[in-house]
């Protein structure tokens, strides 16, 4: 059964737009959500994270959101660059010392 | 600092070989992990290390065994490969920071092919 569910495969924006990325998760003892990102050949880098005591997070032009209540994380990536073209990953976390990915969501930047 | 190593890059196996991929982290974590990624199917955690000397199956344990060698080593082995086990595997390292499991660092990878 899968806990954390990336329910789009791909996602295609036109530059300099706003990209939104979408992650539901099915297991309420989830407490830190992550999210990476992957470029092909390479290992996933950490882009941003929350905790479940805020319902926000902001760096840079990246931004997490958090509804407990829907058990939805949503991630925003404003203005889009084509640098941002890469798999996108959702993890959530529960206080043991597991992470559990979702499948990702590819994203292509359209010049 | 180097991160997260991993050795080999790329290897192909016969069915019932064995073979161990090693990964090694100089960031001083407590917690590592391995995870493979296959297409469609995202980052499924194999095993995890929560400390050294500790080890704990993740989601898809089978087929495979693991070794915590010391605070920076962590192993996995492999002791006969199936073509089932055709994947690229992936080592990651983490601490514990204020809210909760830090980020994970990850590996480059090892692509492995069994025939």
């Known amino acids: 059964d899968q806990q954390v569910k990336q329910n789009s495969p791909s996602l295609s924006v036109q530059e300099g737009r706003i990209s939104i990325l979408n992650c539901d998760y099915t297991n309420s003892m989830f407490d830190y959500f992550l999210w990476y990102k992957k470029y092909p050949a390479e290992g996933p880098t950490f882009l941003i994270s929350?905790?479940?005591?805020?319902d926000k997070n902001e760096d840079g032009r990246f931004t997490v959101f958090l509804n407990k209540s829907a058990k939805h994380l949503s991630l925003h990536i404003v203005p889009s660059q084509p640098g941002d073209s890469a798999v996108y990953f959702c993890?959530?976390?529960?206080?043991?010392?597991?992470?559990?990915f979702g499948k990702g969501t590819r994203l292509h930047i359209l010049p | 600092n180097a991160g997260v190593t991993q050795t080999p890059k790329f290897q192909v196996l016969k069915t019932g070989q064995s073979m161990t991929l090693q990964c090694a982290q100089d960031m001083n974590h407590n917690s590592m992990y391995w995870y493979r990624q296959d297409p469609g199917m995202g980052l499924r955690l194999i095993y995890y290390s929560a400390s050294e000397g500790t080890t704990d199956k993740g989601e898809v344990p089978n087929g495979y065994n693991v070794s915590r060698l010391n605070k920076r080593e962590f192993s996995l082995r492999l002791e006969s490969a199936a073509p089932s086990q055709t994947s690229v595997y992936f080592c990651?390292?983490?601490?514990?920071?204020?809210?909760?499991?830090?980020?994970?660092?990850f590996g480059p990878g090892t692509r492995l092919t069994v025939t």
């Open positions: 993890a959530a976390s529960g206080g043991d010392d597991k992470i559990i």
């Open positions: 990651a390292s983490s601490e514990y920071r204020m809210g909760g499991l830090g980020e994970q660092y």
């Open positions: 929350i905790s479940s005591i805020k």
